[in-house]
């Protein structure tokens, strides 16, 4: 999903008075943003990020493969 890097030359919007912003077509489109999708925002060190929401079926096998038996069972973690 994010193997292609967009030339952000001429990649500028503008707010408008409601504060929305038109994400332009090829970042939706590598993405895969979609209307109505959900997305979060977060602001970091004065970068505004927009972060999709996957749902919860998306995860789905995110996991797989991963041992719940090699977790140390260090007195101290608890």
Do not use: C
Not at 2 to 7: A, L, M, N, S
Not at 21 to 47: L, Q, T
Not at 54 to 63: D, F, H
Request: aromatic share 6%.
């Amino acid at each position: 999903m994010y193997d292609k890097i967009i030339d952000m030359q001429n990649q500028t919007v503008i707010v408008s008075p409601k504060y929305q912003v038109v994400i332009p077509r090829e970042i939706r489109e590598a993405g895969g943003i979609k209307p109505g999708s959900r997305m979060s925002v977060f602001e970091v060190n004065g970068v505004i990020q927009l972060v999709p929401v996957k749902s919860p079926a998306e995860y789905r096998g995110l996991l797989a493969g991963l041992s719940s038996t090699d977790v140390p069972t260090d007195p101290e973690r608890f």
